[in-house]
């Protein structure tokens, strides 16, 4: 009889054996599938409806991913609740590849802003890349005759609670920076959420509104174009490269009023990192095509094109920033 205390295939042994032949087929299959990835359709899911500049740089992006991923990139709208429903659902998306989200920086303000927000920043999500990142502007409806700054501020002045400014979102970095300008320059407007910044424009632009606060790109940049808004001032730290005749909040002496909306890319938390970086090589790949970084500029969205830790820095720096304004400007949402 063996000695099955010692040496050999004891019992032990045995079961250790038999213990690896039932896990390998898992391993092997996790590890078929990431070699094999994508072998079907990708979902972009954005967190706003059609037409702000979340949803024009997921529909720049596609394209290029399709063509170096070998498989249809769909973009898919889930607005609603300033972003929340749509990274939701991609927070509790399976953790596969194939589900991903463009979000704005809603991302980096939510979980500050909302008591029960359906997502943690730094928990629920990998990091994948920086799109693009835009100044917000604040803008008039051209037919209102205001053509400075300091002829809406006079105007805000003299009509106090007149004035309804759109912005793309409770909680979007227009929002803040809407509620950031009241305390700077103490002027007492109404803001006006909407669910994106493509209502904003069309709410603007049909006489609800008088003005908007939003990032530059998607709609926002065509109404610009086409003469129907005036841009007054940009929000960014130094002028943007297609707004070099409009002044920047600093500029006109209000300080500490900067800021700008950035989009990126996200994955939900457990999907596997040779993937993660799969999909960041490949994005990256897009956005630094020159044909492609045209286009972003065009629609008022300049690239940025960070990785997964150019990504991580900088949510990690934008959320104690955001939620400071969040507490300044003593904002809550249930």
């Known amino acids: 009889m063996m000695d099955n205390s010692r040496g050999g295939f004891g019992r032990r042994s045995l079961l250790g054996t038999a213990a690896a032949g039932l896990a390998a087929p898992g391993l092997v299959g996790q590890a078929l599938a990431q070699a094999t ?8 899911t954005v967190c706003f409806p059609p037409g702000g500049s979340t949803d024009f740089s997921a529909r720049m992006l596609a394209p290029g991913l399709s063509e170096v991923l070998g ?29 991903f989200l463009v979000a704005s920086s809603v991302f980096v303000v939510n979980a500050s802003l909302y008591r029960n927000a359906p997502y943690d920043p730094f928990r629920d999500f990998a990091y994948v890349a920086t799109l693009g990142a835009s100044p ?23 009509n106090p609670d007149k004035f309804n400014f759109g912005v793309p979102g409770i909680g979007t970095t227009p929002h803040l920076a809407a509620e950031v300008l009241k305390l700077r320059t103490g002027m007492t407007y109404t803001v006006v959420p909407f669910a994106g910044a493509g209502p904003a424009v069309q709410a603007i632009l049909s006489g609800t509104t008088e003005g908007i606060i939003a990032s530059q790109g998607g709609q926002v940049e065509i109404a610009y174009r086409a003469g ?3 841009i007054l001032a940009q929000t960014g730290p130094t002028r943007g490269p297609d707004m070099q005749d409009i002044p920047t909040l600093t500029e006109l002496g209000i300080a500490d009023a900067e800021s700008e ?47 997964p830790d150019g990504l991580r ?12 304004v969040i507490q300044d400007a003593k904002i809550s949402v249930d």
């Open 37 to 44: 990835w994508p072998d079907r359709g990708i979902n972009l």
């Open 71 to 99: 498989k249809p990139v769909v973009v898919e709208n889930r607005g609603g609740a300033g972003g929340n429903i749509g990274i939701g659902v991609v927070a509790r998306a399976a953790p596969d590849g194939y589900t």
């Open 136 to 158: 917000n502007i604040i803008a008039v409806r051209s037919a209102l005759g205001i053509n400075t700054f300091a002829e809406l501020l006079a105007a805000v002045r003299a």
């Open 228 to 230: 129907q808004i005036k």
């Open 261 to 307: 909306t950035f989009n990126a890319l996200y994955a939900p938390v457990a999907t596997p990192a040779a993937i993660v970086q799969k999909m960041a090589e490949a994005t990256l790949q897009v956005l630094r095509r020159p044909d492609v970084a045209a286009r972003y500029r065009q629609g008022g969205v300049p690239v940025v094109a960070e990785g």
């Open 313 to 324: 820095a900088r949510v990690a720096r934008e959320v104690p920033i955001w939620r400071k």
